[in-house]
C-alpha cells in the first residue's frame, strides 16, 4: 500500500480519536455539522483509493450513509 494513503487513513483516524470518548461513546462527536461532515467526506474518498489499490470491494458505512468501491 502506498505510505502516502497509510499516512492519510492514520492522520483521518487520528481525527476521530480526539473526539471519541470511551467511556461514553454517545457523548463523542465533532464540534459541529461543517467538521462532521468534512471528516465522512475524507473517508469516502480515502475508500476510493483503498479501492484503487486493492482488488476487492471496499464498503464504507457511516451515519450519513454507506457507499461501495471496487470488485
Request: a negative charge; aromatic letters at 12%.
Amino acid at each position: 500500500m502506498p505510505a502516502d494513503l497509510v499516512a492519510a487513513i492514520n492522520a483521518w483516524d487520528d481525527e476521530f480519536q480526539t473526539v471519541y470518548d470511551p467511556d461514553d461513546p454517545m457523548d463523542s462527536g465533532f464540534p459541529d455539522e461543517a467538521t462532521t461532515a468534512a471528516w465522512h467526506e475524507r473517508g469516502g474518498r480515502l475508500a476510493e483509493r483503498l479501492a484503487a489499490v486493492f482488488p476487492v470491494r471496499v464498503e464504507f458505512h457511516t451515519a450519513r450513509g454507506d457507499r461501495v468501491f471496487g470488485g
